[in-house]
């Protein structure tokens, strides 16, 4: 195990052969490395972003202070898309976008008019589409705001179900999954993004909270309720062929089993239960019946947030969700490579 200090670099041209990067020469200092959004106290103005290079041998708390010291990203870091050069940042309780170089950070704009509890975000057709709860205790209120990425602004909304979240695009369409805001949500809406109207609506299992598109299917992982909503269901593991627009696996987990973090890397779907990862193969028939590894023993209780990449595997603890949270670096096998304290709720991976 390799325990990680906080090191500060202001650019990365002269010492590429120190960290390892050759084959081309780095956009920025924060290129060839994940961004992790740490999302913050609810509340407070104090999410932030750290930096971690792909080889591991830099890493930087609070880097878009660093690069910005006169500007407050906001409050409760919800998500990050990359559009070109720019990174999209959204900031939930701020009800705002903050956009930056995604390899300098380098602010650039603000987009702070027409969101209302904004969520997630991806693009289609040259624009942007971010997830909206609206009053999360209203069912009705509930959109997916369009962005126009020429002036920075909410240009239009479009009408959906409660309590959209996780959001992707696949050939001009975009598939949200309604995890249900305060309440429980258990479909998956198909929005057109040349008309932005919504085309269909599946529906799977209860709290759909992550999904991600392999090979024409979008895969849906599906937390089921937890016990104390005293009307608790299956989680499961959901397919859907997206050239018909329907269901054709669906995978019970076991009662009390509520998975969430899915994601899929070299042919193999990882996803996570509690403090425990779970490795299948693609084409697998059957869920695993043993974890691939624990984190309990790094005291994870709860994976908060979980990226795969280049064989390695990314887990976020929130730990308290006050203080300062931890990211460690396992190999595919388990083994633990490196941890970092990073700040507080780190709530995304964002590759770069």
Not at 62 to 85: E, H, W
Not at 120 to 140: C, P, R
Request: proline content about 3%.
């Amino acid at each position: 195990m390799i325990a990680a200090v906080a090191v500060f670099f202001a650019s990365c041209s002269d010492d590429d052969s120190v960290l390892g990067i050759t084959n081309e020469e780095p956009l920025g200092a924060y290129d060839n490395g994940v961004l992790i959004l740490n999302q913050g106290n609810f509340g407070q103005d104090n999410s932030s972003i750290s930096f971690l290079s792909n080889d591991f041998t830099t890493f930087q708390n609070s880097a878009f202070l660093a690069v910005n010291p006169t500007k407050v990203l906001g409050n409760t870091g919800q998500d990050i898309g990359f559009y070109n050069d720019l990174a999209f940042v959204v900031l939930n309780a701020s009800n705002k976008i903050e956009i930056m170089n995604r390899y300098t950070l380098e602010y650039v704009a603000t987009i702070d008019s027409g969101l209302d509890n904004p969520r997630f975000i991806t693009f289609a057709n040259g624009n942007g589409y971010v997830t909206n709860w609206g009053d999360g205790g209203v069912t009705t209120d509930d959109y997916v705001a369009t962005l126009n990425l020429t002036n920075y602004t909410v240009s239009g909304t479009i009408p959906v179900a409660e309590g959209p979240e996780r959001i992707v695009e696949n050939n001009g369409k975009l598939y949200v999954a309604h995890q249900g805001g305060y309440g429980y949500g258990n479909t998956i809406s198909i929005i057109n993004a040349t008309s932005n109207t919504v085309t269909n609506s599946i529906a799977v299992g209860d709290v759909p909270n992550s999904l991600q598109i392999e090979n024409g299917s979008l895969y849906v992982i599906c937390g089921g309720k937890a016990a104390w909503t005293m009307d608790e269901t299956l989680g499961k593991l959901i397919k859907i062929d997206l050239t018909t627009e329907s269901i054709t696996s669906s995978l019970d987990f076991a009662a009390g089993s509520h998975p969430s973090n899915l994601y899929i890397a070299e042919g193999s779907i990882f996803y996570t239960q509690d403090s425990d990862i779970f490795k299948m193969s693609i084409s697998a028939s059957s869920l695993p019946t043993t974890a691939l590894f624990s984190t309990f023993g790094q005291g994870v209780y709860g994976v908060y947030c979980f990226a795969v990449k280049s064989n390695k595997i990314y887990v976020g603890d929130a730990i308290d969700y006050n203080s300062n949270g931890k990211v460690y670096i396992y190999s595919t096998t388990g083994a633990l490579e490196n941890e970092y304290t990073v700040g507080v709720i780190p709530a995304g991976f964002y590759f770069n």
